[in-house]
C-alpha cells in the first residue's frame, strides 16, 4: 500500500494524517498500534520497533497506546460502564471502588454523565464517537491514536471533541495522532501534518502544505477552508 | 494443460491443510485460555444461557417428535415379526446411542453456532476485536474461550434431555396411541440399555460434538472477512462444515469405541 | 458483565433438568448401580441359559424384583448366574429359578418360583433347584421327530 513512506510525528503533538478515502489514513494507524504487521520497513513507536516485533514487546507498547477507532468499537453486548471498566479490570488490579472512580471521572470528561446503564447500541453516534473515545482515555496512555474522531458528526460535536483532544496535549502532553480528512477541524489543531496521496507521504506545518505548489494537495485543502479562510482557521488552531 | 491441473490441484491441496494448520493453532489457543486465568464464570454463565436456554424448546420438541416417529415405525415393522414388545428397546437404543447425540449437534449447529460464528463475525466487521487487541486483551481468551466451552457444557446436557423427550416421544405412540403395554415398553428399554455400553458412550459423542461446534463456530468468527459479505460467509461456512464433522466423526467415534 | 438474576436462574435450571436427564438416563434406563444397598446376590447354576444376558431381568409372579447381575462358566462347565434382587423379599430356600422366554421370540429372563420351605434364602446363598432354558430348535425337531414316528407307526 505505500512505497518509500516515511515520516515522524514527534512527542508531545498533535499530528493529523490527511489523505482521501481509501489513501491508507486508517492502515497507517493500524500499523502504528501493530495490528497489521508491515511486509518491509520500520515502525517505532516510544522508541521500539513494532514492525515484526515480538508478542511480548506488542503488548508493552500496546500499554503506553490508546485507540479510538473509526466506528467506536465498544462490546456492544457491555453497557458503556463495562466497557470502560473492561481495560481496568483486565489489566490492573484496581478496587471496584477505584474503577468506579476512574470510570465516573472518563465519562465527566467527555460529557457522558448518565449513560452508563446505556448499551452501544442505544447510542447517537456522537455519543458512541466519545464513550470511545473516554475508553481509549481510561488507562491514561502516553500516545492516542484517533481513526476518524470527526467522521459523521455535527459541528457542535466536533468543537467538543476537538477541544478535548487539543486540552489533552496541551495539559497533560500527550502525544495525539489523529487519521482524518476533515479539514477545518486539522487545520485549528494540528502542530503537523502528513498528507498521503498514492502511497507517498507529504509532511509539514499546516503552513507549509497551505503553502505546497501540489495541484493534488492544494485541490484538497482548498475543500474544506476557502483560500479566503484559511489563514484565520490557521491563527485560530495555534493559538 | 496436464500441468496446469496438477498445479491447481496442488496449490488446493496446499490451502486445505494450511487451513487445518490454522484451526489446530487456534484450537491449541482455544485449550490455553480455558486453562488460563480468569476463568470468566460471568461470561460462561452468558453463553450457556444463549447457546442452552434459547436452545432447549427446539431440541426438546424434535426429541419428542423424532420419538414418536421411531415408535410409529418400529412399531410397523416390529408388529410383523410379532416382536412389538421390543419397541422400548429399539427406540431407546437408536436415540441413546445415535439419534440423541447426533440430531442434537446438527439442531445445536443450526440454531447456537450460527449465531455464535455470526457475533463474532461481526465483531470483527466493526472492529471491536481489534479494540480488545489494542487494549492488550487477547480476545480469544475474552470472547472465543467461553463460547466454545458452553458450547462443551450444554451440548451433552441437551442431548440428555432431547434422548428423554424422545423415549417419552416414542411411549406416546407406541403405548397411547398403539396400545404396547407400558410395563413391556419401559422394561424393554431398561433391559437394551446399558450405561457403560450406551450412555455412556452418548455423552461422550455430545461431549465431542459440543467441542467441534464450538471450534469451528469460534474458528469461523475470529477469521471471518471484515465486511458483511464475511459475516454471512463465516455463518453458512460454520453451519456446513460442524455439521458435516459431526457426521464423519459419529462414524470414527462408532467405529473406534463401539458406541 | 451485569448480574441478571433471572438470566442466572434460567441457566441454573436448565443444567438442573439436564442433568436430571443425565442422572435417568444412567440410573434408571442404563442400570448404572452405586452399590447394592438394598440388593442381596444370590446364585443359580444352569446347564443352558439359552440367550440369558446380564442386565435380563428377574421376576416372580411376573413381577420384576432384580436383574441377572453376572453370567460365568463355572470349572463344572455350567453357567452360573448371578442374580440381584430385592433384599426385603423373604424367599424360601426350595425357590426355583427358571429361564423363560417373553413371548415366541421375545428376551429370555429369569422367573423365581417360590417353594414351600421355613426356611429363608440369605443374601449370597445358592437357589438350588433350576430349569433350563428351552431351546425353540430343540423343541420342535423332538416335535417333528415324533411327528415321522407317529406316521410311520
Known amino acids: 500500500m505505500f512505497r518509500g513512506l516515511s515520516a515522524d510525528f514527534e512527542r508531545g503533538t498533535i499530528s493529523v494524517i490527511l489523505g482521501g478515502s481509501g489513501s491508507g489514513k486508517s492502515t497507517l494507524l493500524r500499523l ?137 496535549n496541551r495539559s497533560r502532553g500527550m502525544t495525539v495522532l489523529v487519521a482524518s480528512h476533515h479539514i477545518q477541524s486539522t ?30 494537495v492544494r485541490e484538497f485543502l482548498d475543500e474544506g477552508s476557502p483560500p479566503g479562510a484559511a489563514p484565520s482557521a490557521l491563527a485560530g488552531g495555534l493559538a | 494443460m496436464i500441468f496446469d491441473g496438477i498445479r491447481r490441484l496442488g496449490r488446493r491441496s496446499l490451502v486445505v491443510v494450511a487451513e487445518h494448520g490454522r484451526i489446530a493453532r487456534f484450537g491449541t489457543g482455544l485449550l490455553r485460555a480455558v486453562v488460563a486465568p480468569p476463568a470468566r464464570p460471568g461470561r460462561i454463565v452468558q453463553e450457556v444461557f444463549d447457546v442452552g436456554v434459547l436452545s432447549l424448546v427446539i431440541v426438546c420438541i424434535s426429541g419428542a417428535a423424532v420419538g414418536m416417529v421411531l415408535g410409529l415405525q418400529g412399531y410397523n415393522t416390529l408388529i410383523r415379526f410379532g416382536a412389538e414388545e421390543s419397541l422400548g428397546a429399539v427406540v431407546g437404543l437408536s436415540l441413546v446411542r445415535e439419534l440423541g447425540p447426533v440430531l442434537t449437534g446438527l439442531l445445536v449447529t443450526g440454531r447456537a453456532g450460527s449465531a455464535m460464528a455470526a457475533e463474532i463475525a461481526s465483531m470483527v466487521a466493526t472492529e471491536q476485536l481489534d479494540g480488545l487487541r489494542m487494549m492488550s486483551i487477547d480476545p480469544v481468551h475474552l470472547v ?65 460434538f459440543g467441542m467441534i461446534v464450538g471450534l469451528i463456530a469460534t474458528y469461523r468468527g475470529y477469521t471471518s472477512a471484515p465486511t458483511s459479505a464475511g459475516v454471512s460467509a463465516s455463518t453458512t461456512g460454520t453451519v456446513v462444515v460442524a455439521s458435516v464433522t459431526i457426521l464423519i466423526s459419529d462414524y470414527f467415534i462408532t467405529a473406534l469405541w463401539g458406541v | 458483565m451485569q448480574p441478571s438474576p433471572s438470566r442466572d436462574l434460567a441457566v441454573g435450571l436448565f443444567v438442573l433438568a439436564g ?21 442381596m446376590q444370590l446364585h443359580a447354576a444352569f446347564d443352558q441359559i439359552g440367550a440369558l444376558k446380564p442386565r435380563a431381568p428377574v421376576v416372580i409372579a411376573g413381577v420384576k424384583i432384580g436383574q441377572v447381575r453376572t453370567i460365568e462358566l463355572g470349572n463344572d462347565l455350567r453357567a452360573h448366574v448371578t442374580l440381584a434382587v430385592d433384599a426385603s423379599l423373604k424367599l424360601p430356600d426350595d425357590t426355583t429359578a427358571a429361564i423363560r422366554t417373553s413371548g415366541l421370540l421375545g428376551d429370555q429372563f429369569i422367573a423365581l418360583e417360590p417353594g414351600a420351605s421355613e426356611q429363608d434364602l440369605a443374601s449370597g446363598a445358592t437357589i438350588a433347584f433350576t430349569q433350563n432354558a428351552l431351546s425353540i430348535e430343540s423343541l420342535i425337531s423332538k416335535f417333528a421327530t415324533n411327528l415321522g414316528n407317529g406316521g410311520q407307526k
Open chain 1, 32 to 168: 502504528v498500534g501493530g495490528l497489521i504487521r508491515p511486509g518491509a520497513g520500520s515502525i517505532r513507536v516510544a522508541g521500539e520497533e513494532v514492525a515484526g516485533c515480538s508478542a511480548s514487546t506488542l503488548q508493552r507498547v500496546r500499554r503506553k497506546l490508546g485507540m479510538m477507532f473509526q466506528g467506536g468499537a465498544l462490546l456492544d453486548s457491555l453497557s458503556v460502564y463495562d466497557n470502560l471498566a473492561l481495560p481496568l479490570r483486565e489489566r490492573e488490579r484496581l478496587s471496584e471502588a477505584d474503577v468506579a472512580d476512574r470510570v465516573r471521572q472518563q465519562l465527566c470528561a467527555v460529557g457522558l454523565e448518565g449513560t452508563e446503564k446505556l448499551l452501544p447500541g442505544q447510542l447517537s453516534g456522537g455519543m458512541i464517537k466519545r464513550a470511545a473515545l473516554a475508553r481509549a482515555l481510561i488507562a491514561s496512555p502516553e500516545i492516542l491514536l484517533c481513526d476518524e474522531p470527526f467522521s459523521g458528526l455535527d459541528p457542535v460535536t466536533v468543537r467538543r471533541i476537538e477541544g478535548l483532544l487539543v486540552d489533552l
Open chain 1, 187 to 216: 487545520l485549528r489543531m494540528a502542530d503537523g501534518l502528513l498528507m498521503l496521496l498514492d502511497g507517498r507521504g507529504i509532511s509539514g506545518t499546516p503552513a507549509d502544505l497551505l503553502a505546497c505548489e501540489d495541484e493534488r
Open chain 2, 144 to 208: 472465543a474461550m467461553p463460547k466454545a466451552v458452553a458450547m462443551a457444557l450444554a451440548m451433552p446436557l441437551l442431548a440428555a434431555l432431547f434422548t428423554v423427550c424422545g423415549i417419552f416421544g416414542g411411549w406416546v405412540a407406541g403405548v397411547r396411541i398403539l396400545g404396547v403395554d407400558a410395563g413391556t415398553y419401559f422394561s424393554s428399554l431398561e433391559s437394551a440399555v446399558d450405561f457403560s455400553d450406551d450412555v455412556s458412550g452418548s455423552l461422550l459423542k455430545a461431549v465431542i
Open chain 3, 19 to 39: 442433568l436430571c436427564a443425565v442422572a435417568w438416563l444412567s440410573v434408571r434406563v442404563g442400570g448404572l448401580s452405586f452399590g447394592d444397598a438394598d440388593r
